[in-house]
């Protein structure tokens, strides 16, 4: 019933920019859970940027003046403006919600994924 889609993804040079998607379904985007991460070669998932309780957006120092995300409620859209990109970014990355069940049980939902390289 949930389901997350990204797109975007692609090949780049260093300093180039690319905005990923991650289209929603099954969900109110504006009130999600919502998040961007991603799993670089030989290396663990990790958190890039994400959406506070309160509307707010965070993000992981190696990003923080270069990403940017956003929502389009309306195109039931989250967006990842990724700009000076460098070739550390280069990994899949990923859109993840949590979905709520019931107070105290809800479950991470996560797209399929859209590859970013940056070469150099």
């Known amino acids: 019933q949930v389901q997350l889609v990204e797109s975007g993804g692609g090949l780049v040079q260093a300093g180039e920019s690319l905005r990923l998607s991650c289209e929603v379904s099954g969900i109110i985007l504006r009130i999600s859970t919502m998040g961007w991460y991603r799993q670089a070669p030989g290396k663990q998932r990790e958190l890039v940027a994400a959406?506070?309780?309160?509307?707010?957006?965070n993000y992981a120092d190696s990003v923080k003046g270069r990403f940017t995300t956003s929502k389009d409620n309306a195109k039931n859209t989250m967006y990842l403006q990724m700009n000076s990109l460098k070739p550390a970014d280069t990994a899949v990355y990923y859109c993840?919600?949590?979905?709520?069940?019931?107070?105290?049980?809800?479950?991470?939902?996560w797209g399929q994924g859209t590859q970013v390289t940056v070469s150099s």
């Open positions: 959406f506070t309780s309160d509307g707010n957006t």
């Open positions: 993840h919600t949590k979905r709520v069940v019931r107070v105290g049980v809800e479950y991470d939902v």
